[in-house]
């Protein structure tokens, strides 16, 4: 963990890790779990159900023109199907599948690079890449943005796959542009791999090595040069952004004609080591770490993705999904804890929040729940989510969850305002 | 504690594996909270104690000038201080707040800012002021719209004015300088009768004058560490004394013959102790930092002008107290978030 500096005048620099560790690929595990999203309950899953055998690369939607599937990572049996609620409430089908014998690839993908191929294969790619919005009438997409940087501290899976497989991501370049028709695609990369980044074909653009350089947002407005409104999302200011590691699984599929059914993440263990495996997506967590010898005990922490963004998890039981750059094991002593204090108004997260939001007004009426009052006079909606301002908080109050709160509190209102129209 | 009784049933968590499994091996409690898991380890507590650690150099000259009576109002002001936000605490059912450290440093401020020869009753009756009128009724530490000591301060100097009249209370006390209280001097003699101090003097401490602020050596080095420490803001300390010295630099070049110089009125008084110690308290001041220069630019000129043309001595605790009734103001000069969407009427 990354302390305050004996000189507290000046705001802390929290580097991303740019040494990306060597990759090792893990075995395939006994089981895989796949969430998929809706249909709770397995109700409404017709299409497949418990007992069914399937194969590596096989896509599993509830229905046959559901927009939701997953696509199964291994071979075998489907051996349970139960709900599963995420902690933002988001309802899944939990599809568990039995690992039986070798992997045998499901012929459903089709090699030649289409927009209906990447809707229906590769949305469930690592770093779950969105094509909704090429498809979306209203919208104009003019810039592809190949994200060469890792969206936590500590994580490099992104920046491995830069390093290592150059000639995957300009596979995945050149079949996205086909797909999608855009000419315009950038490649953030950290200053370390503009080399590497610039035989991809892609246009390089760097990136600060400080977080939160790395998420979208910023690069849009540091990079790209352009600033996303707080109203709109990143499609509607024409950009979209993919991670590398989704653009080089993209590109590998089109060559093999296999669809991607593995992750390259970073496990953190809690004297802080870092190191990248590459697991078949819906490997239990607890597979992972075993592979890794990395031991959790009673009251650690399990946090998928990085220490700034990440969620903790309750379960090894869990598994690695498409989005899950890193697991990070922390130790209970390490983590930070916070409490009921007011806001003194000291002017730290302030002073550090990238985008100038008054987090110290922000915060109380977040405090009484006055969420429209937040987003309204206190700029809620332009917050990109980095965490600094909890970061810094001297009275450890939980800023960011608070916020989070916030911004789930309003889309309800929306949700709700929309559906009595 | 109810829950550690009923166990969980790992089965209601994991509905995706066979019940006899999951019944087997008792699941791992982990810890579920919400990102960031790092923090940068900054605490008010520790804030606090490196206030009080800055204000020793200051604090201890004045106990060495004049001995006991001046240790006793510190000691006795800081227990006082934290005497009743345990009392308040305690009466309210409310958690105890003595371990952060923000009553101590109010306690200290408080004695600071006191002449030696405080009787402990206006000490005790000062404390209370401070602790409970100026920040527990408001809801406690981080809610006080005005800064304690200061409120206590001006409440007592205009309850009792000869508490607070440095030349009458000093009287028994000889140190070796000038015991006349400079700023007294100035305004009953005007300049004339200030060529007697040096500025060497003013600076080093020899001047009479509240236990904790004579001292100017030591309240800018306290200060400094403070500043680059990022305990206090540098912009609301500079900017008042910046504030302090341009005002006063104007009213000497207007009339030098009427208004003392710029540097006499930074080394005296409440100016320095003010500068580091009162004016950047967090609760009561702005926290951008267009409204942190104009705060603190404009509590410096206010002291000047209550100095120069008002009716009290030293203009420290009202300037500052109306500052602080417009941070509120102030704070909403902000700059525009990245991404905020205006929308013209």
């Not at chain 1, 970073?266 to 992972?288: E, F, M, Q, W, Y």
């Not at chain 2, 009427?258 to 009561?284: C, N, Q, R």
Request: glycine letters at 10%.
């Amino acid at each position: 963990m990354i302390k305050r500096s004996f000189l507290g005048l000046v705001a802390p620099k929290l580097q991303y890790n740019l040494a990306p560790d060597p990759v090792q690929d893990l075995p395939v595990p006994n089981t895989v779990t796949l969430l998929l999203r809706g249909a709770q309950n397995g109700a409404g899953v017709t299409a497949f159900k418990v007992g069914e055998a399937v194969k590596t690369g096989q896509r599993l939607a509830s229905s046959p023109d559901s927009s939701e599937y997953v696509i199964s990572s291994v071979t075998g049996s489907i051996s349970a199907m139960a709900p599963y609620v995420d902690s933002y409430g988001r309802k899944f089908t939990a599809i568990t599948i039995q690992t039986g014998g070798q992997d045998e690839w499901d012929a459903g993908f089709s090699k030649g690079p289409t927009l209906d191929t990447a809707l229906k294969f590769l949305e469930y790619a690592p770093g779950n890449p969105s094509f909704k919005a090429f498809a979306d009438p209203e919208k104009t997409i003019r810039t592809i943005v190949v994200n060469g940087m890792d969206q936590d501290l500590l994580l490099t899976a992104n920046q491995y796959v830069v390093q290592n497989e150059a000639s995957d991501v300009k596979s995945g370049v050149e079949a996205l542009k086909k797909i999608t028709g855009v000419d315009r695609v950038l490649m953030a990369v950290p200053e370390n791999l503009v080399q590497q980044a610039s035989t991809t074909g892609a246009e390089v653009k760097t990136v600060r090595d400080t977080y939160p350089e790395g998420l979208p947002h910023m690069i849009m407005k540091d990079v790209v040069g352009q600033v996303v409104s707080a109203d709109d999302t990143l499609a509607d200011a024409g950009a979209v952004f993919v991670s590398a590691e989704a653009v080089a699984a993209i590109g590998a599929a089109f060559n093999a004609g296999q669809p991607p059914v593995t992750k390259v993440l970073t496990v953190v263990a809690k004297d802080g080591s870092t190191r990248n495996v590459r697991a078949r997506i819906g490997t239990p967590l607890g597979d992972v770490l075993k592979a890794c010898n990395v031991a959790v005990n009673d009251r650690d922490r399990l946090i998928l993705g990085g220490p700034m963004r990440g969620a903790a998890s309750y379960s090894e039981d869990l598994p690695v999904e498409p989005g899950t750059d890193g697991i990070v094991v922390q130790d209970d002593a390490d983590s930070a804890q916070t409490t009921d204090y007011p806001c003194i108004n000291c002017g730290e997260c302030v002073r550090i929040c990238p985008v100038r939001i008054p987090v110290n007004m922000l915060v109380r009426f977040l405090e009484a729940r006055l969420y429209e009052d937040a987003a309204a006079m206190y700029d809620l909606d332009c917050c990109v989510e980095c965490g600094l301002c909890s970061y810094v908080c001297v009275s450890r109050i939980p800023i960011f969850q608070y916020i989070k709160l916030g911004k789930y509190e309003l889309s309800l209102i929306e949700t709700a305002e929309a559906a009595n129209e | 504690m109810s829950n550690e009784k009923k166990p969980v049933v790992p089965h209601d968590l994991f509905p995706w594996k066979p019940a006899k499994e999951a019944g087997k091996a008792p699941a791992k409690k982990l810890v579920v909270a919400h990102a960031p898991f790092w923090h940068d380890g900054g605490k008010i507590s520790t804030k606090n104690y490196h206030i009080m650690l800055a204000a020793l150099p200051a604090v201890l000259m004045g106990i060495s000038q004049y001995g006991a009576p001046a240790l006793g109002v510190i000691a006795f002001a800081m227990a006082c201080a934290m005497i009743s936000e345990l009392v308040w605490n305690l009466v309210l059912g409310k958690s105890i707040s003595i371990g952060d450290g923000s009553a101590a440093v109010t306690g200290l401020m408080l004695g600071m800012l006191m002449p030696a020869t405080a009787p402990w009753w206006v000490v005790l009756l000062g404390t209370f002021i401070a602790i409970v009128v100026g920040k527990q009724i408001f809801g406690g530490i981080g809610f006080n719209p005005l800064n304690p000591p200061l409120l206590a301060l001006a409440m007592l100097v205009i309850s009792f004015r000869g508490i607070f009249d440095f030349n009458e209370a000093l009287r028994h006390y000889d140190l070796g300088f000038v015991m006349t209280y400079p700023l007294a001097d100035l305004k009953a003699f005007g300049p004339a009768a200030i060529e007697k101090f040096s500025l060497g003097d003013l600076f080093m401490g020899r001047q009479a004058g509240a236990i904790g602020s004579t001292f100017g050596l030591g309240l800018i080095v306290g200060g400094v560490y403070l500043m680059l420490r990022g305990y206090v803001r540098w912009e609301i300390s500079l900017s008042f004394l910046a504030g302090v010295f341009i005002t006063a630099l104007l009213f000497n070049l207007s009339d030098s013959a009427k208004y003392a110089g710029p540097l006499f009125h930074l080394f005296t008084g409440y100016t320095l102790i003010a500068a580091f110690f009162v004016v950047p308290e967090d609760s009561s001041s702005p926290a951008n930092f267009i409204p942190m220069l104009l705060f603190g630019a404009l509590a410096g000129l206010m002291t000047v002008l209550i100095r120069n043309i008002g009716a009290y001595v030293d203009g420290v605790p009202f300037s500052i107290l109306l500052m602080n009734l417009a941070n509120p103001l102030l704070d909403k000069i902000r700059p525009k978030a990245i991404g905020k969407v205006v929308e013209n009427a």
